[in-house]
């Protein structure tokens, strides 16, 4: 089994690399991080290359994610809450996926996943603008099984890792990755 996770924090060590690590510690099989503050991944340039042709024209880290995206059985969006959505890196890397609603809707190419969303930051609480945004970035790499939101939205009061909700939900993410339900 493997799985991809997209990290959408700039923060080393903060909540939604805390949680990361819960998820990684305890899922089955290999597992590969895209860390988009950290990563070589350019944003999509919409030169349609892709409305044709598998990938993108765009010669960066992008093309190992996405034969990874091809092989693994699981996909993790984590990703810090700002202004209500994703972050802007996660949204660039996001863009380059591009090629798989393209796969979809012009080349018919459809490959089903496992997907699921983390959320996490202080803030009013608003994530449903965010979660809409992963899951549409699911949905193009044909994840349609996704489990629920996790989220915790508490953070500039106590650390995600120390709420019990937000652990509750990581486990069943965990166990969802692992085929236990």
Known sequence: MKTLIFNGSPRVNGDTESLIKIITENINGDYKIV???RCNILPCIDCRFCWKNTGCSI???MQEVYD????????LIASPIYFSELTGKLLD?????????CAKFFRKEVP?????VILVGG????MDKAYETAC????????????EVVSCHNTNNKPAVEEPKTLSGVNSIIRFFNGLY
């Open 112 to 116: 089903i996943k496992k997907g699921a």
């Open 93 to 101: 890397v996001g863009s380059r996926l591009q090629t798989y609603f």
């Open 123 to 126: 803030g009013d609480g608003c």
């Open 59 to 61: 010669s960066d880290e």
């Open 136 to 147: 549409t970035l699911l949905h193009h790499m044909n994840c349609y099984n996704i489990h």
């Open 68 to 75: 990874y995206i091809q092989e693994c059985d699981n996909i």
């Open 35 to 37: 860390n988009s503050y």
